[in-house]
């Protein structure tokens, strides 16, 4: 790596602040009262959640749409995260998607755990691919935060650094609410690349790198749901199960509650199944297919069978429900009972399928 092909603003921005919460750590640790670290949460808060709602679902993927309101809060709160503007980010995020594991993918945890966490950054070249934000170019507010986006951070981060010093004294404002808040935003954002693409289950996608992991997803407000994410990138959620830690969902649907979002997003359960009976069916005929003993042929066809069943049932409840829409009050209590029954047979042919799978892929070794 030669030095001029250094970005040295993200390279020295990040050294500095690691620099300087180690050198000024003896000088503030008596000064940090209840208010610094209050501040830090508040402002952890704020800069993480507007990266996660607005930066990544709103703006990267749209998977909802938000009033101006909304919007700004965005656009003006993200600049407590220093991770550039939502235009750049948003165009950068698409081409990670796009080309997910191979070498035009910004931070593809393929070039090492490190370059997807953070070192990226300061080789990166980007070579600014207008059609891949063609719609963001047209929102007018996100152009503005673009342009502006140096001076936005500066004067927002001046009038927190001000306000915290109300409250504390002067360096425990500027180490708690300032330095590790960048700190903390920075790495937790980073994890998502390099931990959420490493360490965890590949629930929905075997294919893929990204992996669901509810400790990355507790640090990120739910962005740790990268598997599911990466799989279904439209939908507005990441953790799609009541137990699953995802915040930045809550806080979506709240807001859409009060007239500040709408259109959510969501992919159906029996698409997400039908997506994944395909996907697991294509890996598991290309490992079978390389083994000849009879447990492999019975194997494969209990795979062409069920998988066969699961996609005409879940095929028939998607007609049998656009039916339902335009049927008469006789015909609709029928459909009705239709409906369930497909919806049970449904429930047993996924229980039957994640045990054959579970079973075949432990038997044969076939992981992601
Ligand atoms: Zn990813
Ligand atoms: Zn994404």
């Known amino acids: 790596m030669q030095a001029k092909q250094l970005n040295w603003l993200p390279l020295g921005f990040v050294l500095s602040y690691h620099v300087l919460l180690i ?49 700004w809060a965005v656009l003006i709160l993200s600049t407590l995260a220093f991770q550039w503007s939502a235009l750049m980010w948003s165009h950068d995020h698409r081409l990670h998607h796009n080309h997910v594991d191979t070498d035009k993918d910004p931070y593809s945890v393929k070039k090492g755990f490190w370059h997807a966490h953070m070192l990226w950054l300061f080789t990166y070249k980007r070579q600014f691919q207008p059609q891949i934000v063609n719609d963001l170019l047209k929102n007018r507010r996100v152009v503005l935060q673009d342009r502006y986006y140096l001076l936005l951070a500066i004067v927002v981060n001046a009038a927190v650094l001000g306000i915290a010093c109300l409250f504390m004294h002067p360096l425990a404002a500027l180490w708690a609410v300032i330095l590790l808040r960048i700190f903390a935003i920075h790495h937790c954002t980073w994890f998502i690349n390099s931990l959420a693409h490493t360490w965890g289950a590949h629930t929905y996608a075997r294919e893929l790198s990204a992996v669901d992991n509810a400790i990355v997803a507790f640090l990120t407000f739910g962005e740790g749901y990268h598997n599911y994410h990466h799989a279904f990138a439209t939908d507005y959620r990441n953790g799609i199960r009541w137990y699953h830690f995802d915040p930045t969902k809550w806080l979506v649907w709240t807001a859409a509650r009060i007239g500040l979002a709408s259109k959510l997003r969501t992919i159906q359960q029996v698409r997400i199944q039908k997506t994944l009976v395909q996907k697991d069916k294509q890996l598991f005929m290309e490992r079978l297919s390389k083994e000849s003993d009879a447990l492999a042929l019975d194997l494969r066809a209990r795979i062409e069978e069920l998988s066969a069943k699961f996609e005409s049932n879940a095929t028939a409840l998607s007609r049998t429900l656009r ?12 459909l009705r009972i239709e409906i369930r029954r497909l919806r049970r047979e449904l429930r047993a042919t996924w229980k039957a399928w994640v045990s054959l799978t579970r079973w075949a892929a432990n038997r044969y070794a076939i992981h992601a």
């Open 23 to 71: 050198a000024l750590l003896p000088f503030v640790i008596g000064e940090l009262n209840a208010a610094a670290w209050a501040g830090f949460l508040l402002t952890y808060v704020l800069g993480g959640l507007t990266i996660t709602a607005g930066y990544h679902r709103l703006y990267a993927h749209n998977a909802y749409q938000a009033h101006p309101v909304f919007e």
């Open 323 to 334: 039916d339902l829409r335009s049927a008469s009050e006789h015909q609709r209590n029928l």
